[in-house]
């Protein structure tokens, strides 16, 4: 698996992950609820996913396998990781892990001590697992009652090693 720079002509692809890995594994967030899908899917576009790609203070990554996209990151140079979402075909593989950790890294090398994002129920002990802590009250997107803002403290990413 090699997690790059994601570029424009990926938007077919990734908005199939984006739109699928909401659809399929956060019902939890969702309940099947259709206008909540509706509006939680409806600015995963082509149009909008090469927007996020050209965005100068950005960073999309995607993680890719045999041509094929598993997974879809950003990071802002603010260091706020705006999506992180893997196809419900590379789940429990690692595939999230190593996304965030190059998210972070990405974070790192743009000049931030931490990380901070806004968990789905889903996600939420994944990111916990990880290292992010909850940092405010559950606050709702898409007409879900379950966000959890939580950050992390980025420590030895992209730092030089102590000499000696």
Known sequence: MQIRDA??????AACIVLK???????????????????????????????????QTDNSVLVAVEN???LAVGSVTDGGTIGLNYVSPDARFRGVSRALLRSLEIRAAERGNNRCNLTSTETARRFYLS???????????GFGTSSGYPMTKALTNFGQPRPKG
């Open 7 to 12: 570029i424009p002509e990926d938007a077919p």
């Open 20 to 54: 699928r890995s909401i659809a399929e594994l956060c019902q939890a967030d969702h309940r099947n609820d259709p206008s909540i899908l509706a509006r939680w899917l409806g600015n995963k576009t082509h149009e909008n996913f090469c927007a996020w790609v050209k």
């Open 67 to 69: 041509q094929e996209i």
């Open 130 to 140: 990880n290292g992010y802590v909850e940092n405010g009250p559950p606050a709702g």
